[in-house]
Structure formats: C-alpha cells, structure tokens
Nanobody, 124 residues
C-alpha cells in the first residue's frame, strides 16, 4: 500500500553524495519504524537500514554502515537516507517502508506502507 512519498534520487558521479527523503502527508511517522530498501534488476529487494522511533538505527546490510546514514525529523514527518562516497554498485531503485510499533523488524517482515520507489544511478 503506497502511502509514503519519496524524493531525491537521480544521477550522481561515483564518489558523490545523495540524500533521499521519505515523507507522509496522510499519517504521522513518529511512532513508526522506517526502513530503506534497494532493488536492482533481476534481484530481490533488499533492506539497507532502518530507524526506530527512538532514532536507533538497525543495519540490514553491514557494508553500508560507514557510507549510508538513516535519520529522521519528526517535526517534518520525514525520514532520510544520506549516501556518501557512492559507488556504481549502489545503483538501483530505492524504496522506503514503514511499520507501526516503532521497532525495526527483520527486513522480510510485513511492512505497512511503502513509497513509490526512486531511481538512483551512480555512473560517470
């Protein structure tokens, strides 16, 4: 069920940075856990990081820990994914998802809401 609005994305050079946003105009996110996923053609959608309502982060993919940071601004009802030092292998469609309860589940859990997905392409 699409209830989240995503923004950001596009084309970036290797080594560059990008910030994705995930917001909702329909409900508040402050009691939800929100996660970011990436999907590349021919592969399953994989979780990257999740942020809990208390701002604790959970990492689904360890190798993003040093370059990607998930954060939230509850006043703006928005969750962000800041990506630094981007690599061509980071290319894909990025999705955000939210689930009630405020605690990050396993990445294969049932998520209540999804964003529409946004393309990120890292290429020279």
């Amino acid at each position: 069920q699409l209830q989240l609005e995503q923004s950001g994305g596009g084309l970036v050079l290797p080594g560059g940075r990008m910030k994705l946003s995930c917001a909702s105009s329909r409900f508040t996110l402050d009691q939800s856990a929100v996660a970011w996923f990436r999907q590349v053609p021919g592969k399953e959608r994989r979780g990257i990081q999740c942020i809990e309502w208390r701002h604790n982060a959970r990492y689904y993919v360890d190798h993003t820990r040093e370059r990607f940071t998930v954060s939230r601004d509850n006043a703006k009802n928005t969750v962000y994914l800041l990506m630094l030092n981007l690599r061509p292998e980071d290319t894909g469609v990025y999705y955000c998802a939210a689930v009630g309860g405020g605690v990050c589940p396993t990445e294969d859990a049932e998520w209540d809401y999804w964003g529409q997905g946004i393309q990120v392409t890292v290429s020279s």
